[in-house]
């Protein structure tokens, strides 16, 4: 466990220092999300960095991929592409676009970005696996704010209908989107009763809780006949105080002295 929380601040350090050399991007999105890839990829799912078309990798899907920072910082600190190349994010020719794209990034399963499709892949790809008999799961990220679009819903009620008890949704529940609270733009409470309404099997949790995430990544494994979402109750720019909670850093980046302290703050958050 402790290696999993050093394993999540070098990550947050990741994604401070690429969207500070970007001068631009989405951190808050990013850091809410930090413990969430952090287990997935380094406890929870089978996958290869070094044969990335694994054909019976389990799959994962960022739908919302404006947090491509951190699937960045993980995915390099998976050994999928090289620590170096974080620096490069959002530089012209580079392979580490805005939003993730899977025609240029090792390890990037699906170019996401518009908001709401994630879901609907996942499922794609849940149901290709039934068909060709394999036993791989699918994961997929999503935000808050995104349960405002229609597909998700849509994509609900089509995993539930057809039993993809091979999919496993984590929703990054930090309460804010671009434009500020959740509750304030579209209230989306009662979640907990709408995604058990729509056949789910519904679990919440401290999104910040690797043990908690590790047990309900367990207890979705073990859930047969319907899918799954963990609704990951989390804080938006978690890990650097004056980005906690604050909406601002949805879509901005640090300038030098805002990456200086977040950097300090990082490296005594032990």
Partial sequence: MDALNERART????????THAAGSGHPGGSLSAVEILTTLYFKIMKHDPK????I?????????GHAAPALYAILAEAGYFPLEELMTL???????QGHPSM??????????????????VANGMALAARLDRKLHRIFVLCGDGEMNVGEIWESAML???????????????????????????MSLEPLTDKWKAFGWQVQEIDGHSI?????????????????????????????????E??????????????????????EVCR
């Avoid at 990037?108 to 994630?118: I, K, Q, R, Y």
């Avoid at 539930?160 to 959740?182: C, E, I, S, W």
């Fill in 11 to 18: 990550i947050r350090q990741h994604i401070i220092k690429m």
């Fill in 51 to 54: 044969n990335p078309g694994w």
């Fill in 56 to 64: 019976d990798r389990d799959r994962f899907v960022l739908s919302k």
């Fill in 90 to 96: 959002r530089k012209l020719g580079c392979r580490l």
């Fill in 103 to 120: 025609r240029c990034t090792p390890g990037v399963e699906m170019s996401t970005g518009s908001l709401g499709h994630g879901l609907a």
């Fill in 159 to 185: 995993a539930a209908h057809y039993k993809l008890d091979n999919v496993t949704m984590f929703l990054d529940r930090n309460m804010l989107q671009l434009d500020g609270p959740t509750e304030k733009i």
């Fill in 211 to 243: 043990k908690e995430i590790i047990i309900a990544s367990q207890n979705a494994l073990r859930c047969h006949g319907k899918p799954s979402v963990i609704i990951c109750h989390t804080v938006k720019g978690k890990g650097v105080s004056f980005m």
């Fill in 245 to 266: 909670g604050a909406v601002r850093f949805h879509g901005k980046a640090p300038v030098d002295e805002e990456c200086e302290k977040a950097l300090g703050e990082l």
